[in-house]
């Protein structure tokens, strides 16, 4: 079968229904796969007018996206190319826990707070193990399932795709959950950035709001320092180094207590040692995790208890009815129904411009029943693609490095 034809072998297989959202990459819709009658979320990755095709790194990451299969990481199903996009498909998420946070008719009890921020760290220890950074950490990237399940999502895709167009101004949210050795520019930042956000969503669900929220970068290490006191060369001795170090007014800090009247003592231990200013001295993922406050009362809500939005998407897959008319990625041959999507996605004959992503995409014979990822990425170290973003001469430097930045460290 030619790259074309499984390209459009692949995209038929979805029914698009209605669009999720936008987020940092580009449009999320729902989506049936056909063959499963599993309800999926399709989030299209624009790539632009690009000639070089999908970058080399990009692919191979997506791969060990691939491979991060755990109950508190949302699992990407499949991967596939059509016109100039990438569509990664993903199991769908009824909400989130920014709806959760945000719902005023929902109460959190100590024990479902505790369960919320165990599955949030549990996600993450299996990111940092495999040597994967989330770097977006922030309650709308946190998803809920329809038992209650909190799944990370949108990990790695920062390092993958690179900066987000300025339009999306979501990002700007992320200030929030910055640590702050980031807001000092340190290029040499760790698994502890993620600590931080993970203490920063920790306290919101105490304060049902965002916790440290600068309107500007300066703004953001003021309000940390506001809360926390100015960092003292004992507490984070190569502050001093930071690229872009400045020196603030010293404030001292005051009681955690009185930024978190309502948490217990060992609510506030776990959440001082998460904000910890000193990168080395923060907890890992693994030690919040061994932390008291997880094993002393009162234990962490099942996640099946815990209280939820009601859905506002209804997501069952028996709703799914071919004759009512969904958008198809690329219409089956029988029933071609053309109905016009608001960006392009018009169901329309695939055209010919695909670039050079399909030049990665690998034999998919569908004779298994589990949905197999579209995209072939054992090809990478046989036949990379055609045109690649970084120069040829430097893939083989990469891939050794890329080998020794993903090795376990066993
Ligand atoms: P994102 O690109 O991850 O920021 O997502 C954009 C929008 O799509 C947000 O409203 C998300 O809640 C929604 N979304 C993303 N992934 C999923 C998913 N797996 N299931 C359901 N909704 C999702």
Redesign the pocket.
């Known amino acids: 079968m030619s790259e074309l034809d499984l390209s459009k072998k692949v995209a038929d297989r979805y029914l698009k229904r209605e669009v999720?959202?936008?987020?940092?990459?580009?449009v999320?819709y729902?989506a049936i796969d056909t063959k499963t009658g599993q309800t999926v979320?399709i989030?299209k990755i624009r790539l632009g007018k690009q000639k070089e095709g999908v970058n080399f790194t990009a692919l191979r990451e997506i791969k060990l996206l691939k491979e991060l299969k755990d109950p508190n990481i949302?699992e990407l199903i499949d991967a596939f190319p059509h016109k100039e996009n990438l569509h990664l498909v993903?199991?769908?998420?009824?909400t989130?826990l920014e709806a959760v946070i945000r719902d005023r008719n929902i109460f959190l009890s100590p024990a479902d707070i505790k369960s919320y921020l165990q599955m949030t760290l549990k996600g993450l220890a299996v990111c940092h193990k495999k040597w994967v950074l989330h770097r977006d950490m922030k309650p709308?990237?946190l998803?809920i399932g329809p038992n209650g399940q909190l799944k990370l999502?949108?990990f790695g895709l920062a390092r993958i795709f690179g900066s987000p167009d300025r339009r999306f101004t979501?990002q700007v949210f992320a200030r929030w959950y910055r640590a702050p050795e980031l807001l000092f520019g340190s290029k040499q930042y760790g698994s502890g950035v993620d600590v931080w956000a993970a203490a920063c969503i920790f306290a919101e669900l105490l304060l049902r709001r965002p916790f440290l929220q600068g309107s500007s970068d300066i703004d953001q290490l003021g309000k940390i320092f506001a809360a926390f006191g100015t960092p003292t060369p004992s507490q984070w001795p190569d502050i001093v180094y930071l690229p872009d170090y400045v020196e603030y007014q010293y404030v001292a800090a005051p009681p955690l207590r009185s930024l978190f009247p309502m948490a217990s003592d060992d609510a506030l231990d776990l959440l001082s040692k998460m904000f910890a200013y000193d990168p080395r001295a923060r907890l890992s993922v693994q030690q919040t995790l061994e932390h008291r406050y997880f094993s002393s009362a009162p234990l962490p809500t099942d996640p099946d208890k815990l209280p939820r939005p009601a859905p506002k998407?209804e997501s069952r897959s028996s709703d799914y009815n071919q004759t009512e008319g969904p958008t198809v990625l690329s219409p089956p041959r029988k029933s071609r129904r053309v109905m016009p999507g608001r960006d392009g996605f018009d169901g329309n004959r695939i055209d010919d411009n695909a670039g050079d992503i399909r030049q990665v995409v690998g034999e998919n014979t569908g004779k298994s029943d589990a949905a197999p990822m579209s995209l072939d990425f054992s090809i990478f170290g046989l036949k990379p693609p055609n045109r690649p973003t970084i120069n040829s001469a430097d893939r083989s430097h990469l891939k050794r490095k890329l080998d020794l930045e993903f090795q376990h460290p066993e």
């Not at 999720?20 to 580009?26: A, F, R």
Request: charged share 30%.
């Open positions: 999720l959202g936008e987020g940092t990459y580009g999320v729902k979320a989030k949302i993903f199991e769908f998420m009824e989130d709308n990237n998803l999502a949108d979501h998407r």
